[in-house]
């Protein structure tokens, strides 16, 4: 490490290093946005990445070198040399692909080594350049493993299975046809009765979440606030339930649903589903009403409340923001729920939205359709997170680990 | 003499508190134990039992009743059907009986079953003992009154009532210990194991170093932070279906986009079969179930980190350390705690997950995990008691880490 530590050195490897992460990056997104074929190629990223390291330590400033390295990359592209590859590529990508490289090279990298200078480095500035360059790579590396999954999701059931066989990196979509690229959509909803799945799942979310509040909010007042000989055991017990594997209870249950008739029911789900969620929002719960100030109770002790109506009308009151995490937090296990569904339920006309995607895998089924199913099934669960995020960060930290 | 001192046991006031407590936990109590502790208790039964996925409904007797020969007259002569069977094809039904009320407006015409006697306007039949799959069909010939057209008679009006001991196997006192020699037999169990193992050791580890990484990209705010951080989470937030399915796709040996964009770059020359090849399906099962639930760990190391004071950082920084002695010396011990916490519970949440792989593989390619296994026996073998058995093992399993967990749990962070 020490060796490495002079700016003339350090420039040139963050440079090269720097260069081939924008080269993979480009070379992914352009192929998945155009389905031409990009290539990023290591030995013209270490040939293009030392000069370039090398002149923004010495000089320069962001503009300045996004764009003169956007103009040598598209010399480069046309050429058929330089750190990204590509065959017989319209000029629009060509440019596209230019000016994505030489902004994504200069900017970033010129912040990275601003701070370095030609000769010997200090080991304060030696690391910091690193880390900004490793964070760098952190950005862009975590940013496309969460976003292709989803990008695949949803472009794929906009396409139709002709055209996925033919060049499956192929995403652009054919804007000309307008509503017609929806037509996997249309088809759930009208054919496979996707309406009527969305609205079961919906309503035994719902419902699981009004019935889990209703057993946990007294629970957990209990084992927060109120002193009784077993307290300590029970807290234990409820993290000890939360351990039990679902598919260990799913057995028992799906044989007692099968002697009960109750397998392929929604009362059967709707009993079941809020007591794998009662332990959760039990100890989710009782932590935040150990945070409440016991004296504003106590004062309403004092004053002739009940207790049942202190917990009415202040407690519960106190405790909105972590109902709302709790209710949200609930109804998203409810609504992603999977294993139980599909061992319990087997009439499509009783189906929830999970069970009716895993139905659409199937060989007959195009492919687009089960994508479709699944963006139906994600979308409404990510707007509820996106548009909640506060609530629903602070309830996954409130104590629920589990997934 | 009486007592002089401070009152001992409960007083009054601490007995009603301590009795609405309960009375606040009994539905809790009541509802846990009937969807947990009844069916964990039930797995034991069931592991000792040999039960298969068609011994779930009790054997019983089947009748259907009618009266056959159309009469249109007083007089006309027709024949009483009853046409009995014992519903499980293996199991024994003993003791079968018959009894139905003689219907009014029917009168007996020649001889009636040896087996059966008609009294008081009830017919009754003692009809033995039935092997699986045993049919009989009783025939009672009769001759129609007046009065059955009349009352507009009708056979199936009185509901016939048929009575037979047959031994369920859920209830009976067999039992076995095969489901258990079935299940260690062979070394498939022992690969299991290891599969699993490999799963929830890595899937644990990894999702903590990916969590640690990503909060740390997050620890300081800029423009965007909350955007990121939201999106960072979607793949936990994420119906599971959806995103097994997605990489699914996005794997695919045929047409999946991975497959073509490596060939593509030059990193292989033929199409992977990501999901199913030996090694690589656990592998990829492994890295699905880091990529999901990273952004667990990342939400609460990101929260622990945000509330560590900057005043060390200062004076750190102030000392000379550099960034990577500041991270090593000053933030690695502060989250060690919420690390160790996150491992612990990762790790018994990752060796209890089914979904994941369930939906990627179906337990295929060498990616068969305890869970899965539990679905493999009782369902697609159709075997339920090995199922049940298999499920045993992973509770005694759960039961070994929790020792553990309470150990470590109870000094750290206060659970």
């Known amino acids: 490490m020490k060796h490495l530590r002079f700016g003339y050195l350090t420039g040139p490897a963050l440079g090269v290093l720097w260069t081939f992460v924008i080269a993979v990056t480009v070379a992914v997104a352009m192929s998945f946005a155009t389905g031409e074929a990009f290539r990023p190629s290591l030995t013209w990223s270490v040939i293009f990445g030392i000069p370039t390291g090398l002149a923004l330590v010495w000089g320069g400033t962001t503009l300045v070198a996004s764009a003169v390295l956007s103009v040598v990359y598209f010399i480069a592209l046309s050429l058929g040399i330089g750190p990204v590859l590509t065959g017989n590529v319209s000029s629009v990508a060509r440019v596209a692909a230019a000016v994505f490289m030489g902004i994504g090279i200069g900017w970033p990298l010129k912040v990275f080594v601003e701070e370095l200078t030609m000769g010997a480095l200090t080991r304060h500035e030696f690391e910091e350049a690193v880390i900004r360059t490793l964070k760098g790579f952190g950005y862009i590396f975590f940013t496309a493993i969460v976003v292709i999954p989803f990008y695949v999701m949803v472009m794929t059931s906009l396409k139709n299975q002709a055209q996925l066989m033919q060049n499956p990196l192929d995403f652009s979509i054919d804007l000309s046809q307008g509503w017609g690229l929806f037509r996997s959509y249309v088809e759930l ?108 109770e106590e004062a309403g002790l004092m004053d002739g409340l009940s207790r049942l109506q202190v917990i009415l009308k202040i407690t519960l009151p106190l405790s909105l923001p972590a109902l709302a995490s709790v209710s949200l937090y609930v109804f998203m296990i409810a609504w992603n729920e999977f294993l139980l569904a599909f061992m319990l339920l087997d009439d499509p006309s009783k189906f929830t939205l999970t069970r009716g995607i895993a139905s659409l895998n199937s060989s007959e089924i195009p492919r687009q359709h089960l994508m479709a199913g699944s963006v139906i099934a994600t979308v409404p669960i990510m707007a509820l997170f996106l548009g909640l995020e506060k609530f629903m960060t602070k309830g996954l930290t409130a104590g629920s680990v589990k997934g | 003499m009486s007592d002089i001192g401070p009152p001992r046991g409960a007083g009054p006031l601490a007995r009603s508190e301590a009795r609405l407590a309960w009375g606040l936990l009994t539905p809790t109590i009541l509802a846990v134990s009937l969807v947990v502790i009844l069916p964990l208790l039930a797995i034991f039964w069931i592991s000792v039992k ?147 193992l490999f799963y929830t050791v890595f899937g644990t580890v990894g999702a903590l170093v990916m969590g640690l990484f990503a909060s740390m990209l997050l620890n300081h705010s800029f423009k965007g932070q909350g955007i990121l951080r939201g999106l960072y989470l979607f793949p936990y937030v994420a119906p599971v279906i959806a995103v097994a399915f997605a990489w699914i796709l996005l794997f695919d040996p045929f047409s999946g986009s991975a497959n073509a964009l490596l060939v593509q770059m030059g990193v292989t020359d033929q199409a992977i079969n990501f999901f199913g090849e030996r090694p690589l399906a656990l592998i990829m099962v492994t890295l699905f179930e880091i990529w999901r639930y990273f952004p667990l760990s990342f939400l609460f190391i990101l929260a622990r980190m945000q509330s560590i004071s900057t005043d060390m950082y200062e004076a750190a920084d102030m000392d000379g350390a550099s960034p990577f002695q500041q991270f090593w010396y000053l933030s690695m011990p502060q989250l060690l705690g919420i690390l160790s916490v996150l491992f612990l519970l990762r790790f018994i949440w990752t060796f209890n997950k089914f979904d994941d792989i369930f939906l990627l593989t179906g337990g295929n390619a060498g990616t068969r995990v305890l869970t899965v296994n539990v679905y493999e026996q009782a369902f697609a073998v159709s075997n339920i008691g090995a199922g049940a058995a298999v499920a045993v093992v992973i509770f005694a399993c759960l039961l070994l880490f929790s020792v553990f967990f309470f150990k470590f749990m109870s000094k750290e962070e206060g659970l």
């Open chain 1, 189 to 296: 909803i009208t054919e496979f009765n996707f309406g009527s799945y969305m609205w079961t799942s919906f309503y035994i979310s719902v419902l699981t979440v009004f019935i889990t509040l209703l057993f946990a909010i007294p629970g957990a007042y209990a084992v927060a606030r109120l002193r009784f000989r077993g307290q300590a055991a029970f807290s234990r017990s409820i993290l000890l339930i939360y351990m039990v594997p679902m598919i260990v209870l799913a057995l028992p249950i799906y044989i007692a649903f099968s002697m009960m008739g109750l397998r392929n029911s929604i009362t059967g789900i709707v009993m079941i589903y809020p007591v794998t969620t009662i332990p959760v929002a039990l100890y989710m719960l009782q932590g935040y009403f150990r945070g409440l100030p016991a004296e504003i």
């Open chain 2, 50 to 196: 040999p039960v298969s996925l068609s011994d779930l409904r009790a054997p019983e007797t089947v009748v259907r009743e009618d009266l056959r020969g159309r009469p249109a007259a007083p007089g006309d002569e027709a024949t009483l059907r009853y046409r009995l069977r014992n519903s499980s094809p293996s199991s024994e039904i003993t003791g079968v009986t018959l009894e139905d009320s003689w219907p009014e407006g029917l009168a007996l015409a020649g001889e009636l079953d040896p087996r059966c006697q008609i009294a008081e306007g009830i017919l009754s039949c003692d009809l033995g003992d039935w092997e699986g799959g045993y049919r009989e069909t009783l025939n009672i010939p009769v001759v129609t009154e007046q009065a059955w057209f009349d009352t507009d008679g009708d056979v199936e009006d009185t509901p016939v009532e048929v009575d037979g001991k047959a031994s369920f196997v859920l209830t009976n006192g067999e039992f076995t210990l095969k489901n258990f020699v079935s299940v260690f037999d062979g070394g498939e169990f022992f690969n299991v194991l290891g599969v699993t």
